[in-house]
């Protein structure tokens, strides 16, 4: 029997059914096999559709309202299209910023007007817009590979301990539970079983970290996202779900790794 240490587990009771990302599949087989891998730059193709499809609905509604506005006074049209058109100029700033930081390598943002501001929200349109068009999983992927991309960036560090947590969901297979906890433990790493949302915020609030690695599906991964990480720096690292949704899924225990020790000072 191994002697390498094993990191401290500590379950979270759920309040709510596992898996409600999840609530239409119908049981058939994933496609790729759970494997949702994309590149990054996917992420960009539909973040610039999601954000034009915006402007263009504000766009829209401003020449449904005209007529309504300029009974109030004749100037309001105008004021109002400005208003939009300066919108859409710090709109499309801020996202070619992003993409140049991506591209580049170098933090062209602060993380509170990127990784840790409206980044969050504009992942989570992304992917509402690429699931009506089924490729939510995929775009998920790409959209939290640009995430980490940016934190990264920041080149944060903190002590082993107490100062990291790791956050796992409870559908890891048995030996990759095994495996995780073995990485966690070289680094004397708590892991919690938790899912996003409130029970999420509830480990990083009783136990106070300074930064976080959490393991979790696409869907799960961008919702959990929006919910912690404007609180706490996150990297997140997705799974394969070979058998389905919330069943034995599998991690890659080398990114894993390489995340923790990211972190790591």
């Known amino acids: 029997m191994s ?3 094993r990191a401290q587990l500590i379950h979270i009771e759920t309040d709510r059914r596992l898996g409600h990302e999840w609530d239409e599949w119908d049981g058939s087989p994933l496609p790729n096999s759970g494997d949702f891998d994309a590149p990054a730059g996917l992420f960009f193709g539909w973040s610039a559709a999601v954000t034009g499809l915006l402007l263009a609905a504000g766009y829209g ?3 449904l309202l005209g007529p309504h506005l300029s009974r109030l006074h004749a100037s309001l049209p105008g004021i109002a299209l400005a208003g939009l058109a300066v919108v859409a100029v710090a ?3 801020w996202w070619t910023l992003l993409l140049l930081t991506w591209l580049t390598g170098k933090a062209l943002l602060p ?11 504009l992942m989570q349109l992304t ?4 699931a009506r068009f089924g490729r939510r999983d995929w775009v998920e992927n790409a959209s939290v590979k640009v995430f980490n991309a940016l934190a990264l960036l920041r080149d944060r560090k903190v002590a082993a301990g107490s100062e990291l947590l790791l956050l796992v969901p ?5 030996e990759t539970l095994d495996g995780v906890l ?9 892991v919690f079983v938790a899912t996003r949302g409130q029970l999420a915020r509830r480990a990083i609030r009783e136990r106070r970290p300074k930064a976080v ?7 799960d991964m961008v919702s959990g996202l929006h919910d912690v990480a404007g609180r706490v720096p996150v990297l997140g690292l997705t799974m394969q779900l070979p058998k389905g949704p919330c069943r034995d899924a599998v991690v890659d225990l080398g990114q894993l790794d390489q995340w923790m020790k990211a972190y790591l000072a």
Do not use: I, Q
């Open 3 to 5: 002697d390498a240490p």
């Open 170 to 174: 409870r559908c890891l297979s048995r």
């Open 182 to 190: 073995a990485v966690a433990g070289r680094y004397a790493v708590p």
């Open 91 to 93: 709109l499309w700033t």
């Open 111 to 121: 993380e509170r007007l990127a990784e840790r501001g409206p980044f969050l929200g």
């Open 213 to 219: 690695v959490a393991v979790a599906c696409e869907r």
């Open 127 to 130: 992917s509402r817009l690429a």
């Open 61 to 63: 509604l401003l020449l």
